[in-house]
């Protein structure tokens, strides 16, 4: 299994220009998760999935949208990039059973200059 | 408040032992977990203790959880310098559920370990 895989490793936005974060997993889990990594913040959640067809916001969503048409696809869209989204994105995703361990993918830094 | 803290900074002699402290907001979280993450890469589960338990070993790992000051803690014996890392606790959030998956991270405990 390759895990959570994420595309691309690095990418380099100017304001204003829109992309798609991809994130796929091989576990067929049905929990999917997307969080941002600032320095000394930890983590936040941005958007999650409990299943295909299923989205919901998380602690900071504004400024993305995520879908999820089928169990191991969970894209991140950035439409109007800003230089306040310049951080390190995570994917990750969880079977949702038992202790319910998250699985993260290698992650992608965005700079938006 | 729903924020989980941890300390930033940690550095120790490798083979000390290392205590990463955290403090958590919700006594009904089911787990607490701690996650590693190496530099350059996603993070990891280290391990997990559910919230009956007051103590859970794991090798050179033990995790001690005293639900009534809400405090958890990790402690690494014998650090090595592969131990070098950033380390996160996370628990459920307050009135969460199992059935999201979701969770608060804390800061992250920035490990280093001196030759």
């Known amino acids: 299994n390759a895990g959570v895989t994420q595309t691309p490793k690095f990418r380099i936005l100017k304001i204003g220009q829109s992309m798609t974060l991809q994130c796929t997993q091989d576990?067929?889990?049905?929990?999917m998760y997307w969080y941002r990594q600032d320095p000394g913040m930890g983590l936040k959640l941005i958007y999650y999935?409990?299943?295909?067809?299923?989205?919901d916001k998380g602690e900071v969503p504004n400024g993305y949208n995520v879908s999820r048409s089928t169990t191991e696809d969970f894209p991140l869209r950035l439409e109007l990039a800003a230089p306040s989204q310049t951080s390190v994105y995570f994917c990750?995703?969880?079977?949702?059973?038992?202790?319910?361990?998250?699985?993260f993918g290698p992650g992608t830094r965005l700079t938006v200059l | 408040g729903e924020d989980v803290e941890q300390s930033l900074f940690l550095s120790v002699r490798e083979g000390d032992s290392s205590v990463i402290n955290c403090t958590y907001t919700?006594?009904?979280?089911?787990?607490l977990y701690w996650y590693k993450q190496e530099p350059g890469a996603g993070l990891q589960l280290l391990t997990y203790i559910f919230s009956n338990m007051d103590m859970k070993q794991d090798q050179r790992l033990t995790v001690l959880l005293n639900k009534k000051d809400k405090h958890l803690s990790l402690r690494i014996a014998d650090t090595q310098t592969g131990d070098s890392a950033i380390y996160f606790c996370a628990e459920i959030p307050p009135h969460g559920s199992s059935n999201t998956g979701k969770l608060i991270f804390g800061q992250g405990t920035t490990l280093q370990v001196k030759p």
């Open positions: 919700d006594s009904s979280s089911t787990y």
């Open positions: 999935s409990v299943g295909a067809g299923i989205t």
């Open positions: 576990m067929n889990h049905n929990y």
């Open positions: 990750a995703s969880s079977s949702g059973q038992s202790y319910n361990e998250q699985f």
